[in-house]
């Protein structure tokens, strides 16, 4: 039965083993399949469950707290109750009726409320989890009616994993797959599935059409309603031109993608990367389709009025209406812990620039850091201190830290997992072996990666190297983790970020430069005084000036310190010399004396201006005390939030 759970299912299996162990119980019973659930939140059956009973902690607690006690000793190997049996015979039951071919998340959750000899049910139903309104629910999830896209999210978080795909269609997208969205995932998937059906082992770009239109509610589908297109037409042509090679067979390994295939999904990368959202969804695939010459596929699309230009444009205009509304901070108030985990585009990316995020990433982000940093101190359970049990995180670090160390460490620690520093010393990446070789062993090993470099090519490296996320902690070029804690810190104090104005004093260095570009992103003013000669990089200045204006905000960058500070809700400055600058201390020294923090530029800003240092501060040279002490100093949460954000980073991208 085993090959038949999904990965998720899977998952589940072995939380409950760890929870009946952390219990001290020899066998796995009903109550600990709960459990199982329960920590994985954004499993379709938690989301089921949450939907239902309201609160995935009041489940967690009825369970916990009928639990009898168990063995100080536990047992080394769990075995399974006869109902944890039943549980699972019954949800392979259901995923039969359903005429599924894998046992779901979901599935396995009917079983538990159809198992009445278990625990379990009798949990559940007290949590007013009965079996019509889950299997109403399930239903709703797999077919996407609820009204969200939680119901393709939940059925591929269910199946769409790399491994699951055959062997050489998974090196062809390699790397790509972990830029794709859900729906393009299902759509690879569904081409696939077409192709299998006419006995095909080769995937066309028709399948990939076939496959991105599969779904009503793809992107590409909703544009092409807005262009009219009549696709049960253009499906139809496509299905009249392929020739059945043989009997349906099932997806299998000799399965692969036509080269002209990788072509197209390339320049859907491409596309993706042009319009800027960074995720490859099923327009860009059609888009890497229409690119294609000779192709039998992009004739059929052109046939039906299908041109790039207007599939491009109409599509960045859907991404943005989509955005706005998923970056409303009030809509995403409302929803739960695990329905914005489950919302994240962050699982499994890399953050190693702001240019990573896009403004509803942001919103996201905070959303998350509310909510955890709201339970901060709260007694009883917390779904947030199992979301990453069993899992490890490796801070790879050249430079020293106190702040980006202390909080990844403690911020894994208090979301089940942990971490592992591996110090300036210790591991020597890129002397004693190539970051491409250290990326490919952490891999192996651990679930993250938080990266401290000096070159910022190094940290990138990691990160095109890894299957899991790598998370800038400071590189000579940004430091991501940083600025969202600054602008979360502005939020706090001012209540909002959008239409207040930053002023940056000294360095135009990493920590400025992702000021500028999460500024650029949340529509914030900034106002940045430099010295001669340590300005912040010109051309991205000037890429960044029309982002800006395009958010409703202004990027000023001048020289007098006093009229920067003009109009300023906050006041922020960083070293005079950078970690690797040691040598330049001097000379900087000299070169930086007129662009201190002090009074004189707090008393410029607007009454009531936060002061902001992202630390190490060097008390009396780039800051007076009287500035970091002064009542509106906000310097000491920045340096908390950075653990309650870095948090929210990693719930959503671990
Ligand atoms: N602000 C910051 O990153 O501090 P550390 O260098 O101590 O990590
Ligand atoms: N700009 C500083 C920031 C330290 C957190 C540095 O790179 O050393």
């Known amino acids: 039965m085993w090959e038949k759970f999904t990965e998720r299912t899977r998952r589940i299996i072995y939380r409950a083993q760890e929870e009946a162990h952390r219990y001290g119980h020899p066998n796995v019973g009903t109550e600990h399949l709960l459990l199982g659930i329960l920590d994985e939140p954004d499993s379709m059956a938690a989301r089921v469950l949450e939907t239902l009973a309201g609160s995935l902690d009041s489940i967690r607690l009825s369970t916990v707290s009928g639990l009898p006690a168990g063995s100080k000793n536990p047992a080394t190997k769990i075995g399974r109750t006869r109902s944890a049996r039943r ?289 901060k101190g709260r007694g009883g359970a917390d779904e947030a201190s199992a979301l990453h049990r069993g899992k490890t995180l490796a801070l790879v670090f050249q430079k020293p830290s106190l702040r980006t160390r202390v909080t990844f460490e403690i911020g894994m620690n208090q979301l089940g997992g942990h971490a592992l520093h591996l110090g300036p010393d210790e591991i ?30 190094l940290v990138e490296e990691l990160a095109a190297n890894s299957t899991i996320p790598v998370i800038n902690g400071l590189s000579d070029l940004e430091h991501p983790c940083q600025a969202l804690a600054d602008l979360y810190t502005l939020r706090e104090r001012k209540g909002a970020v959008k239409g207040l104005t930053l002023m940056y004093i000294g360095d135009g260095n990493n920590v400025c430069r992702s000021l500028m570009e999460l500024c650029a992103l949340t529509g914030t003013n900034l106002r940045i005084a430099s010295p001669e000669g340590y300005e912040p990089d010109a051309t991205a200045v000037a890429a960044l000036k029309p982002v800006f204006e395009a958010a409703g905000a202004e990027l000023w960058v001048g020289r007098d310190p006093i009229e920067a500070a003009k109009g300023s809700d906050a006041v922020y400055t960083d070293v005079w010399t950078s970690m690797g600058q040691e040598e330049e201390a001097a000379i900087r020294h000299a070169a930086f004396q007129p662009y201190q923090l002090n009074m004189k530029v707090v008393n410029a800003a607007n009454p009531e201006a936060i002061v902001l240092h992202c630390q190490p501060a060097h008390r009396e040279e780039e800051i007076t005390s009287e500035a970091m002490d002064c009542p509106t100093s906000a310097i000491f949460d920045q340096a908390e939030n950075r653990m309650h954000v870095q948090k929210a980073l990693m719930a959503l991208m671990l």
């Open 428 to 457: 020597g990446v890129g002397e004693r072996e190539s970051p491409a070789d250290v990326a490919r062993n952490l891999e192996r090993w651990v679930h993250g990666i938080v990266a401290r470099t000096f070159k910022h090519s």
């Open 87 to 375: 549980v699972l015979e019954l949800a392979e039951d259901e995923a039969t009726q359903q005429g599924a071919d894998h046992i779901a998340s979901g599935h396995l959750l009917v079983g538990l409320v159809r198992c009445r000899e278990g625990g379990a049910a009798h949990i559940l139903e007290n949590c007013s989890v009965v079996l019509p309104a889950v299997r109403a629910e399930i239903t709703a999830e797999l077919t996407g009616q609820n009204g969200s896209n939680r119901g393709e999210d939940a059925r591929l978080d269910e199946h769409s994993t790399l491994k699951s795909l055959p062997p050489l269609v998974r090196s062809a997208l390699g790397h790509t797959w972990r830029h794709m969205s859900y729906r393009s995932r299902r759509a690879i998937e569904a081409a696939l599935s077409e192709a299998a059906q006419r006995g095909d082992t080769l995937v066309t770009p028709d399948y990939l059409v076939l496959g991105a239109l599969k779904d009503s509610d793809s992107a590409v589908a909703r544009v092409f309603r807005r262009m009219e297109v009549d696709v049960k037409a253009l499906v139809d042509d496509i299905k009249a031109s392929l020739k059945s090679h043989g009997e349906p067979r099932k997806v299998d390994r000799h399965m692969e993608l036509r080269a002209t295939t990788c072509a197209a999904i390339s320049d859907a990368e491409m596309a993706a990367r042009v319009d800027g959202t960074g995720v490859i969804g099923t327009a860009h695939l059609v888009m890497g389709v229409l690119t294609l010459k000779d192709s039998n596929a992009a004739a059929v699309l052109k046939k039906h009025q299908v041109n790039l230009a207007t599939l491009r444009s109409l599509y960045i205009e859907l991404h943005e209406n989509d955005s706005k509304a998923s970056a409303d901070p009030d809509q995403l108030s409302k929803l739960t812990l695990s329905q914005m985990i489950s919302r994240s585009r962050l699982k499994g990316k890399h953050l190693l620039r702001i240019s990573d995020l896009t403004p509803a990433d942001v919103a996201l982000v905070f959303a998350v850091t509310d909510k955890l940093k709201s339970r």
